[in-house]
């Protein structure tokens, strides 16, 4: 059975990085694309960023660019999301997902996603 384990989460204040750390294991297929997505109460989902599992090529929302960054380590079935200046309107529940059936198409996916995990907490606030 698909499974993701997420964590890093946490309360920061603006400026400050966090880490997150999603392992996804039971995988009997292969998957794409892996990648985070967040979603804020009130708000629609938001993706994150997207890395294609083919060539490891990554892509980021509008609103994170410059600021986070994707990497994966195959050897440990874990995708990370380093973020760095982090500001209140990153506040949100942060989820990894994979798909089974697209690429990342060039963006961060946020609907796309086949399986995701229950998400980890972020929230910036000083």
């Known amino acids: 059975q698909e499974q993701f384990v997420e964590s890093g989460g946490g309360l920061v204040r603006p400026g400050e990085s966090l880490r997150l750390s999603c392992v996804a294991s039971?995988?009997?297929?292969?998957?794409?694309?892996i990648g985070w997505f967040r979603q804020a109460p009130g708000k629609e989902r938001e993706g994150v960023s997207c890395l294609t599992t083919r060539d490891d090529s990554s892509y980021y929302g509008d609103s994170v660019k410059g600021r986070f960054t994707i990497s994966r380590d195959n050897t440990k079935n874990t995708v990370y999301l380093q973020m760095n200046g982090l500001k209140p309107e990153d506040t949100a529940v942060y989820y990894c997902?994979?798909?089974?059936?697209?690429?990342?198409?060039?963006?961060?996916?946020?609907?796309?996603?086949?399986?995701w995990g229950q998400g980890t907490q972020v929230t910036v606030s000083s």
């Open positions: 997902g994979v798909t089974v059936a697209v690429s990342c198409k060039g963006r961060a996916l946020g609907n796309e996603y086949d399986f």
């Open positions: 039971g995988f009997t297929e292969h998957y794409y694309a």
